[in-house]
């Protein structure tokens, strides 16, 4: 499957919305979830396969410096009827291969990619949702937010760079939004945010995503000190600082279990 860039806006500094459309995505089908992702295929400077392929055969059939990098992102939006898949791409600078990638990206270029899948959707059982996350949970954030009904409650806590890298969220619920911005005093100001609040009544359903170690501490406190339990949240290191997501990958598996050891 893939898409071709119909469109691309900088939503802030660092943050990149590709639209894709295309008869590429025809057998795009939406994943129930609000965190639903695509797994794209970014082939290396110099390739020359493509710009259409299938990943599996250039993976069988060429040496690997010629792999394309894999990547997650969340659908941050699928238009069903315009057929439109929305995806939002943070920039870190020049490192890495999406980054770069979305930040090049015109109307014409192909992107290549298998998904979806999804793992969370807000309990509408819940008396209130906590979305806790970076720019890398962002999109399932905003889908979240926009899916949660009229009377539903959410406590929100997102970091980010500064005011310029806010963007306008929507949605039909009662939002307790607050955005964190890093300092050199405070490089990571998400676990403190999550401990400081007070919890409003009732069981809550969580949603913490974005770099691993925060994403851990928060999960710690919230099974330890909070008392959910695994079933109230959702927890997933997207990616981890110094590393690119192929070394992350490589030791992913056993940072999980250990996160999972903490409690
Ligand atoms: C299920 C899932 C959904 C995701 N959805 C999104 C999404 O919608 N949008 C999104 O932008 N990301 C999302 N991510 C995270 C994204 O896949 C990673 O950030 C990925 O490492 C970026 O690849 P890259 O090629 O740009 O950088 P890499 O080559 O992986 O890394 C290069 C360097 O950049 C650093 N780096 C990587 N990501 C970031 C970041 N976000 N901020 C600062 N430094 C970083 C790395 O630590 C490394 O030092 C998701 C991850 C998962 C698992």
């Known amino acids: 499957m893939h898409g071709e860039v119909l469109r691309t806006r900088q939503l802030t500094p660092t943050l990149v919305r590709l639209v894709l459309g295309g008869p590429g995505l025809h057998d795009f089908r939406a994943a129930e979830g609000t965190d639903a992702y695509v797994n794209v295929a970014i082939p290396p400077a110099g390739a020359t396969y493509g710009p259409v392929f299938d990943p599996d055969e250039v993976k069988a059939t060429r040496p690997r410096e010629e792999w394309p990098a894999r990547r997650r992102y969340t659908v941050r939006r699928w238009d069903e009827a315009a057929r439109e898949l929305t995806l939002d791409v943070v920039v870190h600078g020049d490192a890495g291969a999406a980054g770069p990638w979305a930040r090049a990206a015109r109307p014409g270029d192909v992107l290549v990619m298998t998904g979806p899948s999804a793992g969370y959707r807000p309990d509408p059982d819940a008396a209130w949702h906590l979305l806790v996350g970076d720019e890398s949970a962002l999109p399932a954030i905003a889908a979240t937010l926009e899916a949660l009904p ?73 099974l330890t000190e909070r008392g959910l339990t695994r079933a109230d949240m959702s927890c997933s290191p997207y990616w981890r600082r110094t590393m690119t997501d192929e070394a992350w990958r490589a030791v992913k598996k056993e940072f999980v279990a250990a996160m999972d050891a903490d409690a």
């Open 150 to 222: 009229a009377g539903a409650r959410a406590v929100v806590r997102l970091v980010c760079d500064g005011p310029e890298h806010e963007v306008p969220l929507e949605s039909a619920a009662e939002v307790d939004l607050l955005w964190l911005h890093r300092s050199p005093d405070q490089p990571t100001p998400l676990p403190d945010a999550v401990e400081a609040l007070d919890f409003p009544a009732g069981r809550v359903h969580a949603f913490v995503h974005g770099e691993a170690d925060e994403i851990r501490a928060i999960r710690r406190h919230l």
